[in-house]
């Protein structure tokens, strides 16, 4: 695990019990960082990272008050993200709501980027309202991963026996 | 996935002395004593944290002998690191595609600038 760790780029830590801090550095100056993250023409090229899933609603009204939109399909359904600019220094600082659809309650984001040598040094810090909710969101990234796996159990299955297809269902692997 | 248990968990090395007490139980098996010597900590102090551990399933004591060595049991938390490795995972899975458009970015930018020269 250690290794895996170290040879990949980003960290992911649990400061205290409402929070999840993510930092990882990039190579390339802070300003094209920025770009690349609060232009639709270029969040749609890397925001959705699951095969088979494509993005289908990538709306930004970068100004503060401004509401963003990111919507991916994949095989076992829609993924809809939404919230609200709250502080916007461009290249640096972003701070926004975050809500995944259909729940009510929102996290903030706080986003920050720092340039040192050429390389921007990212760190967002995600507020959870509260433990359970913070827990939820790193449980759903793993429901993602499982989806994965289920899709590719779900083919090798269907191509042994159609009959097994059932078997296969996301529900089965969230217990 | 045992949400309970990952909370359990989670709460159990919430604490510095906790956290110790397992660095050092992962490199071979000790008695409460050993366990207590690195730390300014009476005893019952110390066997407080080892039962929070003990109740949370991350370490085992075994019954037989005089002193009851703990030793840690791996299990647990290998979920909970595999429980944020998985959502890690998705997160560099993003980025690494935003690495490939920002290198395409760079390159763009210095074309850019060789024309203009």
Same mark, same amino acid.
């Given at each position: 695990m250690s290794e895996k760790r170290g040879s990949g780029k980003l960290e992911v830590t649990l400061p205290s019990d409402t929070e999840i801090l993510m930092t990882r550095v990039f190579d390339a100056p802070r300003r094209l960082v920025f770009e690349a993250m609060t232009k639709a023409e270029y969040v749609r090229r890397w925001w959705c990272c699951m095969e088979g899933h494509t993005m289908t609603v990538c709306e930004i009204d970068l100004r503060v008050g401004g509401r963003y939109r990111y919507v991916t399909v994949g095989p076992h359904g829609e993924v809809a993200f939404n919230g609200v600019y709250q502080e916007i220094v461009p290249p640096e600082r972003i701070v926004h709501s975050e809500f995944f659809e259909p729940h009510p309650d929102g996290i903030i984001v706080t986003m920050t980027l720092e340039e040192r040598?050429?390389?921007?040094?990212?760190? %967002?810090?995600?507020?959870?309202?509260?433990?359970?909710?913070?827990?939820?969101?790193?449980? %759903?990234?793993?429901?993602?991963?499982?989806?994965?796996?289920?899709?590719?159990?779900?083919?090798?299955?269907? %191509?042994?026996?159609p009959a097994r297809r059932a078997d296969a269902s996301p529900a089965a692997a969230r217990g | 996935?045992?949400?309970? #248990?990952?909370?359990?968990?989670?709460?159990?090395?919430?604490?510095?002395? #906790? #956290?110790?007490?397992?660095?050092?139980?992962?490199? =071979?098996?000790?008695? /409460?004593?050993? *366990?207590?010597?690195?730390?300014?900590?009476?005893?019952?102090?110390?066997?407080?944290?080892?039962? /929070? *551990?003990?109740?949370? =399933? *991350?370490?085992?004591?075994?019954?037989?002998?005089?002193?009851?060595?703990?030793?840690?049991?791996?299990?647990?938390? #290998?979920?909970?690191?595999?429980? *944020?490795e998985r959502y890690r995972e998705m997160g560099e899975a993003r980025f690494q595609k935003l690495d490939n458009l920002l290198e395409e970015l760079k390159e763009k930018e210095n074309r850019h600038v060789r024309k203009t020269r």
């Open positions: 040598d050429g390389k921007t040094y990212y760190r %967002s810090l995600i507020r959870a309202i509260n433990k359970e909710q913070r827990d939820g969101i790193i449980a %759903s990234g793993m429901e993602g991963g499982a989806d994965l796996a289920l899709d590719y159990l779900e083919r090798v299955a269907h %191509s042994i026996d | 996935m045992n949400m309970e #248990r990952l909370d359990a968990t989670f709460a159990a090395l919430a604490d510095p002395t #906790r #956290r110790a007490i397992v660095a050092r139980l992962a490199k =071979g098996e000790a008695s /409460v004593l050993e *366990l207590a010597e690195p730390f300014d900590m009476s005893q019952p102090a110390i066997s407080k944290h080892i039962k /929070v *551990l003990e109740r949370a =399933g *991350l370490i085992a004591r075994s019954r037989d002998a005089q002193r009851r060595p703990c030793r840690l049991v791996v299990a647990p938390l #290998r979920e909970a690191t595999d429980w *944020l």
